[in-house]
Every structure is written in structure tokens, then in C-alpha cells.
């Protein structure tokens, strides 16, 4: 479907902002240059009849991003988390687009149900109730198994959203290969591969399957976590476009009259959904990656309730030890070990100067400690680091989107439940522990231990191995077989030796 047929469709974007009256509160938000503002109105004007009406009874923004479809409503849950960067009034505007989209009939879910677990959903449950929270991709209903008695929710999928978030991506590529041919510059963002990563997370998220698998995942990581707790998964009752779920049972952590009316700490709340996050990032490297409010809910008894797995962001061993050495040396405010992390990770072109480069990061870090965090804008921040980026020459590393990401969107809600909390402050304990247990002679040590473990595993194979590159290299006939054995024996001995002390170690290490 790609092509410039899908020119058309980004036309109709400019046109539906312009049409619904978001162009100016989109521009207004972001502080648009008076250039920019001009070039828009331009553009957008005369195009303006071709854009969608969408719903006039709700918000300029809201009501764009309706009409527009999924994969912009994506978009517009990630700014709802951002009100230091939005603004209060857009924020509250955009929570709508969480949970609170118009629902597709119950009759259409009960066939989809039916569809998709070979039997009549009244067969299935006692009670199925009208949709209590609709998003952009699926919506839940309140059930009861037949079974069991159980309260259950039942997530299902909106029809025909996969083909809505097909078109949408398509428009995606274009605009992304638009970008790159006219602003050269931009190349280093890497707007293609960006694209590209939306589009595998997009496309999981539309397999209930594999976010059952998900969720089951991360139950079994997260189980020891205090004030933390996720509902079970159903798997009797779940497929690719249906899935069951415990029901979640409380106030939704968006809702601070809510949280206060049931004496919550929104403060200590605020502490813990930012240590929770961190900790499931650096510590499993398995994360939920979609923690906005419509996804959390607070129990009566004070714990957190995660829900809404379809978007799980996870990053490997070494990539852990980058982001937390980067964190710590912020909170630390070593500069200058956080640019040497940096280079030595590749982020930033080897050519490049590291003092020069760390006195950059300090204009970063040195405004935030010690400052209310009402005071400060993060807005202008991410400005400055978008600066940094482009005169260092950083590219885009698509691997740390999605943790980057949801970075960005565990501190809006964090600060939504305590506007001064301070990020760095909170997120040192976790951090240091990270620390101590990764990056230290201990951590040393258990990491020489793997590395024996896989090399035994090896042994037997390891004469054949060695022999065939020296045999690559000299392009010589193979040994005569009657001299071989001496060697065998030699690094099959070797393999068992390293094999043994291996298996000793960790299990001291473990």
C-alpha cells in the first residue's frame, strides 16, 4: 500500500487539524516560531474542506486525532502524560483518547468472542456488560465466567483496526521518506527506521496472543514486587482478538480527586510508579512501555495495578548497563563519565570532542538538581537536547525508543500525582542497587562465569573448531587424523576443567 497515493492521506491530516481548529492549539502547545505558524496556515487553509468533521463535541485536538484514527491517537496518549510539555488544559483534553473513545456495539464483541473461541458468549459467561473503557485499538467488558463465577474483564478488538492502522503507517513511510529527501539532515534521526519500529510494536499489539504471553511473562518477573500486582490471564477464554483478564478492582491513577478520597499518598504513589519502572527495565530488561493513566489503577489496599500489555518494551544486559551508568552518572552529576558512557556505547560519533561534549550534558543536568520541579520546563529541555543530538552528530537508536519513550511518559505521570517530584532523587536508590549488583568486580566475575559456562559447552567442538580455521587460513590439506588425538584430548580436558570451575562459581555467584 505504500506509495504517493498515500500523499492524499497526509494532506487530509493538515486538513482535519485545520478543519476541527487543532492547527492552533497544536502550534500554541509546542510554541511554534511565528515561520512555522505561517507556513501552516498556508498550507492548511486551502485544504481545509477536505479534512474529517470528527465529533464537534469534543476538543480541537481530541476530536483531530479521533477522526484521524489509531496510530494518531497513539500519538495524542503520549502527549496526554505531558502536561510541562502541552500544557495542563491539552493534557486533560488528550486523557480522553486512554480509555474514553466512542465504543463499537456490544453485539459486534459478543460475535467477535464467539468467532474466536468456537462458542456463544452467553455460553461463556453469565453476564457480558456494555463497554467500560474504549481505546484506540480494543475496548473491555465487565464479565462474569460461567464456570468459575469469576469476575473477569474481556479485552476485544475494534473491526477492521488492523487495516486503519495499515493506512495510517503507509502515510507514516511517505512522510518519513519525505522527510529524509528534503532535510538531509535529518538522515541521523533515522525517520525510516523509526517508522519501521513503530510499525513491529504496532503490529504485535494487534496479536492478543502475544500480549497474553506478555503479561504472563511479566507476572512471572514482577511477583515479588510489593505494591505491585497484575490481574491473571484467562487463557481458556483468550485467542488472537479476545482476551480474558482478572478484573482490576480500583481507582485509576489519573483521577487525583479519586486517589484522595480514598486516602492515597499521592506522593509516595508518584516514588513508586517511577521505581517500578526503572526496576523492571534494569533489572528484568522487560518493561511495560504503555504506563499512561488509562493502563494503571491503585487497589484499595495502596498497590499499583498494571493492565494493558500489548506494548512491553525489552532491552538486553549490555544495554542496561549504558542507560544505568548514564543515570547514575546524572544523578551523581559526573558529567564527564556520562560522555565517556556515550562514546564508548558508539552514541556519539568517535570524532567527536568528550569535554565538549560533557559541558553540553551539564547544561542538561545542572538546571534540574535542586530546582522545583514546577520550575521547570521541560519543554525548553527537550529542545536543548534535541540541540545537543544534532551537533554531536547522535543518531537515533531504535532500541531504546520504546524505553526512552516510556521514560518520558512515567515521569508525566509521576508528576501528574506529585508536580514537584524530583526524578533524579527518586530514581537513585534504584539506580545505585542496579549499580552495585551489574557493574562491579562481583558483576565481573559472574560475567566471566557465563562466559566459561558457554565456552564448555563448547569443548568437545572446540579442537574441530580450531583446526578448521587454521586450516582456513592456510590453505593447507587437513592434518593427517592420527595426529589429532593428542589435541582432542587436550581441549576436551580444558573444556571439562573450565566447565567445573565454571559451575562452581556461579553457584557461589548466584
Known sequence: MRGPHNIWRLIRTGATLERTGAM???????????????????????????????????????????????????????????????????????????????????????????????????????????????????????ARLRDTGEVVAVKVLRPDVERAFRKDIDAFYL?????????????????????????????????????????????????????????????????????????????????????????????????????????????????????????????????????????????????????????????????????EVHFEAGYVPADRDVDEFARALRAVGEPIFGMDATRISMGRLLAYLFEVTERFGMETRTELILLQRTMVVVEGVARSLNPRMNIWKVAQPVVEDYIKKSIGPRAALRDFSKTALVLARFGPRLPQLVEAALIRQADSPPPDPTRQWPGRLLWSGLGLVIGAGAVTLYVLLA
Open 175 to 339: 512522510c518519513a521518506r519525505m522527510v529524509e529527501l528534503l532535510s538531509p539532515s535529518s538522515r541521523r534521526l533515522r525517520p525510516m527506521d523509526v517508522i519501521t519500529h513503530f510499525e513491529g510494536v504496532v503490529m504485535g499489539e494487534l496479536d492478543l496472543r502475544l500480549e497474553s504471553s506478555a503479561a504472563s511473562e511479566f507476572a512471572a518477573n514482577t511477583k515479588d514486587d510489593p505494591g505491585f500486582q497484575l490481574p491473571d490471564i484467562k487463557w481458556m477464554h483468550s485467542s488472537r482478538r479476545v482476551m480474558t483478564m482478572g478484573w482490576a478492582e480500583g481507582a485509576a491513577l489519573g483521577d487525583n480527586a479519586a486517589l484522595d478520597a480514598a486516602g492515597h499518598n499521592r506522593v509516595e504513589l508518584s516514588e513508586r510508579v517511577l521505581q517500578l519502572f526503572l526496576n523492571h527495565a534494569l533489572r528484568d530488561g522487560f518493561f511495560h512501555a504503555d504506563m499512561h493513566q488509562g493502563n494503571l489503577k491503585v487497589a484499595p489496599n495502596g498497590d499499583i495495578i498494571a493492565y494493558d500489555f500489548g506494548i512491553m518494551g525489552h532491552i538486553d544486559e549490555y544495554t542496561r548497563r549504558v542507560y544505568a551508568e548514564i543515570l547514575f552518572g546524572f544523578i551523581r552529576r559526573d558529567y564527564k563519565r556520562v560522555a
Open 24 to 142: 492552533g492549539v497544536v502550534l500554541d502547545a509546542f510554541d511554534a516560531p511565528p515561520a512555522l505558524r505561517a507556513a501552516a496556515r498556508v498550507l492548511g487553509w486551502p485544504f481545509k474542506w477536505l479534512g474529517y468533521e470528527g465529533d464537534p463535541s469534543m476538543p480541537p485536538a481530541t476530536r483531530a486525532l479521533t477522526a484521524l484514527g489509531p496510530a494518531y491517537i497513539k500519538f495524542g496518549q503520549v502527549l496526554s502524560t505531558r502536561p510541562d510539555v502541552v500544557g495542563e488544559e491539552l493534557a486533560v483534553q488528550l486523557r480522553v483518547l486512554q480509555d474514553k473513545l466512542p465504543p463499537f456495539p456490544v453485539s459486534v464483541a459478543k460475535e467477535t468472542v464467539a468467532r474466536e473461541l468456537d462458542a456463544p458468549a452467553d455460553d461463556l459467561f453469565i453476564e457480558f456488560s456494555e463497554p467500560v473503557a474504549a481505546a484506540s485499538i480494543a475496548q473491555v467488558h465487565k
